[in-house]
């Protein structure tokens, strides 16, 4: 039963252009949303987060959107850099469930 | 102020024997929640613990596995037996309270030969 799903196993963008990773969700009784990079050998790390109550945030170059009614999130970047270049998981709560995780390459 | 550790990184077991991992929550941080990523697959919640009581083992192989937070000390995930299918990458993460402010670990590599 996967409640987070990721349908994009991996996702290669030009250095400068925009990036933009999706997520679907099937459980309506999540009520905050978060995105993780993750690096090889490396543990998650936080990048940004969306309550329920909202449909948009930003910060700096990540913009999370969120849309309720079709239990949809995504992540955009924007321009992405070739260090941006990582496994982006996305999560909800209320525990913390993941997706199965995009890789995103950034080609310089 | 030190993250999440976990440690041992990398640990290597033969079939059938004892694989114990630890975490050492950050500081003031009560609620640990320990996820398994399998080869090519993603995170997959195993078990949420707060000091000294397990709150959602939901995720846990009902055999050979369990989870403990003690008052002292770090959480320990313990892999009683383990076989070639557990070779994985074991992370944990701590928040201060129930929901959200989850900070993780790099994870202990586990490799059963």
């Known amino acids: 039963d996967q409640q987070v799903k990721q349908n994009s196993p991996s996702l290669s963008v030009q250095e400068g252009r925009i990036s933009i990773l999706n997520c679907d969700y099937t459980?309506?009784?999540?009520?905050?949303f978060l995105w993780y990079k993750k690096y090889p050998a490396e543990g998650p790390t936080f990048l940004i987060s969306i309550s329920s109550i909202k449909d948009k945030n930003e910060d700096g170059r990540f913009t999370v959107f969120l849309n309720k009614s079709a239990k949809h999130l995504s992540l955009h970047i924007v321009p992405s850099q070739p260090g941006d270049s990582a496994v982006y998981f996305c999560a909800a709560c209320s525990r913390l469930t993941f997706g199965e995780g995009t890789q995103l390459t950034v080609n310089p | 102020n030190a993250g999440v550790m976990q440690n041992p990184r990398h640990l290597v077991r033969r079939r059938g024997q004892e694989a114990r991992l630890r975490c050492s929550p950050m500081k003031g941080h009560s609620h640990v929640y320990w996820y398994r990523q399998l080869p090519e697959e993603g995170l997959k919640f195993m078990v949420y613990l707060q000091k000294e009581n397990i709150i959602d083992e939901s995720g846990m192989p009902k055999e050979r596995f369990s989870a403990e937070f003690p008052k002292e000390g770090p959480s320990i995930l313990r892999i009683q037996q383990v076989v070639r299918g557990d070779s994985a990458a074991y992370f944990c993460?701590?928040?201060?309270?129930?929901?959200?402010?989850?900070?993780f670990g790099s994870g202990t590599r586990l490799t059963v030969v």
């Open positions: 993460a701590s928040s201060p309270a129930r929901v959200h402010g989850y900070t």
């Open positions: 459980n309506s009784m999540f009520d905050y």
